[in-house]
């Protein structure tokens, strides 16, 4: 059983950055390939970036490629996003997802995870 909590969330205002944390117990996240996904106000999940388990693929949806960068530290259990040149847009609650590290085809679909956090609020506002 996989265990994560995300932080890191926040209010920013349009351009600035945040970086999101996730940080896992309960097992060792190098068996698992990891994602962000987020969830705007009558919007669906949509997946935002992925992560391979141990290779440093990546994937990103074609909304946030360049702007976001998916990075993690298997040595201490953690991933981030790191979110630069934050739109309005980007306002979500934002959840980190472990599952099977498929590739990246598969990894911003979200049906191929089986542990999620709880979720941080990102709200981009003037």
Known sequence: QVHL???????????????LSC???????DRYGMAWFRQAPGKEREGVS???????????????????????DNAKNKVYLQMDSLKYEDTAIYYCAAGPSLGPNYGLDSKWYDYWGQGTQVTVSS
């Open 50 to 72: 992925w992560i391979s388990s141990t290779d440093g693929r990546t994937n990103y949806a074609e909304a946030v490629k360049g702007r976001f960068t998916i990075s993690r």
């Open 23 to 29: 940080a896992a117990s309960g097992a060792a996240l």
């Open 5 to 19: 909590v995300e932080s890191g969330g926040g209010l920013v205002q349009p351009g600035e950055s945040l970086r």
